[in-house]
């Protein structure tokens, strides 16, 4: 891998390495006392860990001539098995948050056990670690093939990957020690931050850099999201975190919002983090694996550029509905609840662009379990969507807020729209990086499409009887005018789907589980020898030159 | 420098008419007849058995 590297990215990557080790330990310095310096050292260690890759073959010869005119795909085979890594090691903490809440005792008295810092590992580790990693590896992997253009180098790429992985780390090991600024799916301190932003400037880059190179005029649909996933997450990112630190030396910092306005800018990132990261992307995906794995061309491409308009300039008002009966005014409110409807116009010609692809191939969905992922994936989009505008409607929300019906409507989008999508693209794109004629186990990823439809119906289902009943319990009172039920007579009621909930959880952990040994052994396992078959695949590079002997 | 309703009544207008005109303009691209078969080439193209390999 370091080996297809030229001599010129190997240096420069060496002295990117060696000033984030210097700023790794500077901050080690500065802020001794404060946990601040542990993430110094973080920092410092994970530059090091990447170094010493680095160095194991730093004089390898130049990449051989032909290496150039090939798909550049080291850096998408990583973020797959990164993303995957994630993916096990967030869902089944997951599971034991949701565990925690039935029994609230498993957190075997740890201060970093407890429920407020486990959660947001959960939340971060699979949106951002299983998740991210998922965009970034489809989006460089859609973008060549998409453009017909190699990346532009081959540096940037790894700075992306690694880089964020770096934000990744850093945001899960701060929670576990207590850092937060407190603000959903925006909880790392301001240095991580920082430090997002430049990967994701170098991010955006690469994206405008191999579409200037590229050979194929007109830029496909899938290109638009994953732009727009990019560009709007920066906006959103940098706006949402603007704070300012206690001190240079200090993890803590203050945003630069207060009260109602800190409110809105808070919810205006967090559904648009909802609509740009978890929507955005992930259709970019699906607009490019589905049609490919089908064998079909997307139903309606006008339709397709329709929705991505619909989506990118609607989404943008919708976030207030996670405000009403607040301080935020009430026109805000009605304005979010108002696009949150017409959003449902572009979201379900998305969906219905997706299933309408598949008329004329059921019987590939049938038979293939992955393509019948991507199918499961829209349909919960479609779901997951109807169900939010639904719930952003005021009268509907004074139910449903501050309930477990939020949490089962967020897993109806994470685990049958946003996972399903990602373990059907991730299973249709292993084979072709790896040429390999196909996955290991046929049979593992139909136990892994049950496993996961069962956890996501479990799942949510219970989360729905628990929001209601929970809802319409805190809204009881007696002809006295009083509440009938306590606070302790609902975590009662609850305790039950709890359970459930839990159970619904591992099934869809053993999934990502299965899917993990699937991919591992299809990568792992020699590709089988078979005149046929290998007449069918790419033809691979010549083996680079002999090293030079010793004494030669 | 601006007051409330002065802010609230230009998102109120403005807000509608270029969100209603650039809805326009998108149904205009998507539907424009010359359009069509560059975008029948795109869809085309991702699923073409090309060889996996940049254009050079």
């Known amino acids: 891998m370091i080996a297809q590297l030229t001599a010129l990215e190997r240096t420069y990557a060496a002295i990117i390495l060696v000033v984030i080790m210097c700023v790794g330990v500077a901050m080690a310095v500065v802020g001794r006392g404060d946990l601040f310096a542990v993430h110094g ?18 004089d390898a010869p130049e990449p051989w001539e032909e290496h150039f005119r090939e798909y550049y795909d080291d850096p998408t085979k990583v973020g797959i098995i990164l993303s995957l890594i994630w993916g096990v090691i967030a869902m089944a903490i997951g599971v034991w948050v949701a565990s925690l809440l039935a029994w609230p005792d498993l ?7 407890s429920f407020g810092r486990l959660r947001p590992v959960h939340t971060s580790g699979v949106i951002f670690g299983f998740g991210g990693n998922a965009l970034i590896a489809t989006s460089f992997h859609v973008l060549q093939r998409t453009t017909r253009a190699r990346l532009p180098d081959q540096l940037s790429p790894w700075f992306v990957l690694l880089g964020y992985n770096l934000f990744c780390v850093l945001a899960a090991t701060g929670y576990l020690m207590g850092m937060t600024q407190s603000k959903e799916y925006a909880e790392p301190e301001w240095y ?15 994206y405008i850099r191999t579409l200037a190179r590229r ?13 727009a996933f990019i560009l709007v997450v920066a906006i959103l990112h940098i706006v949402n975190n603007l704070a300012v630190p206690v001190s240079i030396g200090h993890a803590k910092s203050y945003s ?8 809105m800018t808070q919810w205006w990132y967090g559904h648009n983090a909802v609509a740009f990261f978890l929507t955005s992307g992930f259709l970019g995906m699906m607009y490019y694996y589905l049609p490919k794995r089908a064998g079909r061309p997307i139903y309606s491409y006008r339709m397709s550029i329709i929705s991505f308009w619909g989506i990118t300039f609607m989404y943008m008002w919708a976030g207030s509905h996670h405000l009403h009966y607040t301080a935020l005014p009430h ?20 969906a219905g662009n997706a299933l309408l692809t598949l008329n004329g191939a059921w019987h590939k969905v049938r038979d293939d379990a992955v393509l019948r992922f991507m199918m499961l994936a829209a349909i919960f989009y479609g779901i997951t969507t109807f169900e939010g505008s639904f719930m952003a409607i005021r009268a509907v929300n004074s139910l449903s807020h501050y309930t477990d019906w939020t949490v089962g409507h967020v897993h109806v989008g994470a685990l049958g729209w946003v996972a399903m999508i990602t373990f059907g693209s991730l299973y249709a794109l292993v084979p072709w990086m790896w040429k390999r004629p196909a996955l290991y186990s046929a049979r593992l990823v139909e ?16 989360m729905w009887n628990s929001g209601i009943i929970q809802g319409l319990m805190w809204r009881t009172y007696d002809p006295n005018g009083t509440l009938t039920y306590s606070f302790l007579d609902t975590l009662v009621a609850m305790h039950p789907y709890y359970i459930a909930r839990a159970f619904g959880g591992l099934l869809f952990l053993t999934g990502i589980v299965i899917a993990f040994y699937n991919i591992w052994m299809t990568i792992t396992l020699p590709a089988p020898v078979d005149e046929g078959a290998a007449s069918d695949l790419p033809v691979e590079p010549p083996a680079p030159r002999a090293w030079a002997q010793a004494g030669e | 420098m601006f007051d409330h309703d002065t802010i609230v009544g230009f998102s109120k207008s403005f807000g509608l008419l270029y969100l209603v005109a650039m809805s326009i303009g998108v149904v205009i691209y998507a539907f424009w007849p010359a359009n069509k078969k560059q975008f ?17």
């Open chain 2, 40 to 56: 029948e080439r795109a869809a085309e193209s991702v699923v073409s058995d090309d060889e996996d390999r940049p254009w050079l």
């Open chain 1, 107 to 113: 957190t075997f008295d740890a201060a970093w056990a």
């Open chain 1, 447 to 462: 136990v892994h499409f049950w496993l996961a439809l069962a956890g996501t119906v479990v799942y949510v289902f219970a």
């Open chain 1, 256 to 263: 630069l919002f207060s009260g109602v306005q800190d409110a």
């Open chain 1, 331 to 350: 026109w805000v409110q009605t304005l979010g609840m108002v696009f949150s409807l017409v959003l449902l116009v572009p979201s379900w010609a998305s």
């Open chain 1, 41 to 58: 050292w973080i920092i410092a260690a994970y530059a090091m860990a990447v170094m010493v890759v680095l160095l194991r073959d730093i």
């Open chain 1, 215 to 227: 050979r194929e005029p007109h830029i496909y649909v899938a290109n638009w999201y994953y732009m």
């Open chain 1, 192 to 206: 991580a931050d920082l430090w997002l932003v430049v990967v994701w400037v170098v991010y955006f880059a690469i």
